[in-house]
């Protein structure tokens, strides 16, 4: 009985202790600034509006982002969604603004086309 009694006082004991625990949210490591992200206008066309944006180091297109990409409608959504990573990929290759349109995509290829010349425009004045 004794026993019982003695475990149950620690038991009692380690619950208010760790009750009583205050824990603190780990430090967040100081981060780096990403790299910069020069933003084009934004272009319209009769069923989109995009914006893209560029990064750029030492004078060359590292990397390229589509900020704003919007359909009117489904079609137009499925479209973009299919044309937009295969944009991305001519520009990189392309290290600029100047590729081959997307089949069936080509507002949209000429706007982020002339969106991406922009920023890159942008981010060279700097």
């Known amino acids: 009985m004794r026993r019982a009694i003695a ?12 009750a009583r625990y205050e ?14 992200v020069i933003a084009g206008p934004v272009f319209t066309t009769p069923f989109s509006a995009i914006q ?5 180091r030492h004078g060359k297109v590292v990397d390229v982002k589509t900020l704003i990409l919007t ?4 079609h137009t959504r499925k479209l973009n969604a299919h044309a937009e990573p295969i944009l ?10 100047k590729f081959d349109v997307v089949s069936g995509a ?3 290829s000429e ?7 922009a920023a890159i425009d942008k981010a060279r004045a700097q």
């Open 7 to 18: 475990a149950l006082v620690v038991t009692v004991a380690v619950v208010i202790w760790l």
């Open 23 to 36: 824990t603190h949210p780990p430090r967040a490591a100081p981060s780096k600034p990403g790299p910069k």
């Open 52 to 56: 893209v944006g560029v990064v750029m």
């Open 71 to 74: 359909g009117d409608g489904e």
């Open 88 to 97: 991305r990929r001519r520009a990189l290759a392309a290290g600029g603004a």
């Open 106 to 108: 080509t507002y949209t």
């Open 111 to 117: 706007s982020y086309e002339d969106s991406l010349q």
